[in-house]
């Protein structure tokens, strides 16, 4: 990692320049937030727009105990990558397969959100307005949670496979980053769907 001195007010000031990982992170959260912007925008124009039913306040119940769970995840992961930090490899593994669990968990209440609004509501992404931009919309964000997932046990597989060091904590806290962002994510698409849109 570089450093760049400075002076300023005559003393000197190292100035740590932000590891290419972090920019990164930062420049891919910038760019799915401004999708997640205009699904969520969408989302909102077309509410009671459609002509057909189902509508929301019909067949959408609030997932609190998987929003919980997802939440909880956040402060999980960080705390394993805390763990890692201090070189505490145990409790970073408990902390992290506890996060995967968590996020698992919620992906499993969205497919069962899914299935039940499938099969027994007749709601489909081509029913109406409100059923396209409803699977668009919470489909992005189960994409980003599956990926994120997807990063996390591929993590776990390193630890068990006793690749994963404690010089390693700073990418897991850059993979962290994207963890917080697509569970602030939700908090969104939980205000926008369940308690404004029915």
Not at 49 to 70: E, M, N, R, W
Not at 85 to 93: D, I, L, P, Q
Request: hydrophobic share 55%.
């Amino acid at each position: 990692m570089s450093t760049l001195s400075v002076s300023l007010n005559n003393g000197n000031v190292d100035w740590r320049l932000p590891s290419r990982g972090r920019v990164g992170m930062y420049c891919l959260i910038g760019a799915e937030a401004a999708i997640f912007t205009i699904f969520v925008v969408a989302y909102l124009f077309y509410i009671g727009k459609s002509i057909s039913g189902p509508k929301p306040q019909d067949v959408l119940h609030a997932p609190v105990f998987y929003t919980v769970c997802l939440l909880a995840s956040s402060l999980t992961v960080h705390i394993a990558v805390c763990k890692l930090v201090a070189g505490k490899m145990a409790a970073f593994a408990r902390f992290w397969l506890l996060t995967i669990v968590l996020g698992g968990t919620f992906l499993y209440g969205t497919a069962r959100e899914w299935v039940h609004l499938i099969f027994h509501d007749g709601l489909t992404v081509s029913t109406n307005l409100f059923g396209t931009t409803y699977y668009s919309l919470v489909g992005l964000h189960a994409f980003h949670v599956t990926m994120g997932l997807l990063a996390l046990v591929i993590v776990a597989l390193f630890y068990f496979a006793a690749r994963l060091r404690r010089e390693h904590a700073e990418r897991l806290e850059v993979l962290s980053m994207y963890w917080h962002f697509v569970d602030a994510v939700w908090v969104v698409v939980f205000i926008v769907v369940y308690v404004v849109g029915v």
